[in-house]
């Protein structure tokens, strides 16, 4: 069943750039940063795959997709500028919980939001680089980024480096490997796993932690 979703998106994937070449993957790389769960790793293996086919020259994928994502990352971006610390802070104290009978539990305290943006504040363009090679997240982050109103020039600057990070060795790899491009899913596969494994094993730590240190302040 996973293989035949695979292969629908795929299809669905290669008969939008078919049909409007370069726009359509711009278009598609704004939507994969506008909407989180729309994969990127079928987009640029796939498009290198068409350039090693003559179909499109494999410095123009890069370009368009890197400009694709800036241009959605910007709006995020703008969205954040809009809602601004306060408006965030409120939802936070509002909404972050997840209530299971009369038992309330916090997912993300505004204690921990202005933490993070204290370190957004600090190391932002570090974490909107190191972001943008992520699974999940390098959209999301453009948010935050606003919300602290990072200069925008700096913004788009270390999005366009981390977005070239991204979408240039994806695209090499399908053009290296031709029609053999499917291989790169496989090495995605096992980097998505290795993050996840990675942040839950840090979440779980983190726990850890935040109990032992409430446990020693009871003392």
Not at 48 to 53: E, I, M, Q, R
Not at 80 to 105: N, Y
Not at 119 to 143: C, D, E
Request: charged share 15%; proline share 5%; aromatic share 10%.
């Amino acid at each position: 069943m996973l293989a035949d979703l695979i292969e629908q998106i795929t299809l669905f994937v290669e008969s939008i750039m078919l049909t409007f070449g370069l726009p359509g993957i711009g278009l598609i790389a704004m939507a994969e940063n506008l909407f989180p769960p729309v994969p990127s790793e079928f987009l640029y293996p796939l498009a290198g795959k068409l350039a090693f086919d003559g179909l499109m020259p494999m410095w123009a994928v890069v370009i368009v997709g890197v400009t694709g994502t800036c241009a959605a990352s910007s709006l995020w971006y703008v969205l954040g500028v809009k809602l601004g610390e306060e408006r965030v802070r409120q939802f936070i104290e509002r909404r972050a919980t997840i209530t299971v009978g009369r038992l309330r539990i916090p997912i993300f305290t505004v204690d921990q939001y202005d933490r993070a943006l204290e370190l957004f504040r600090h190391r932002g363009g570090a974490i909107v680089l190191i972001a943008r090679i992520l699974p999940y997240v390098h959209s999301v982050v453009s948010l935050p980024a606003g919300v602290i109103r990072m200069p925008f020039w700096r913004f788009m600057l270390y999005t366009a480096i981390g977005a070239t990070a991204w979408i240039l060795p994806l695209t090499v790899l399908g053009y290296v490997l031709g029609s053999r491009w499917r291989e790169v899913l496989t090495l995605m596969d096992a980097y998505q796993n290795a993050i996840i494994v990675a942040a839950a094993a840090g979440l779980a730590a983190w726990l850890i932690w935040r109990r032992a240190r409430r446990r020693a302040k009871l003392r």
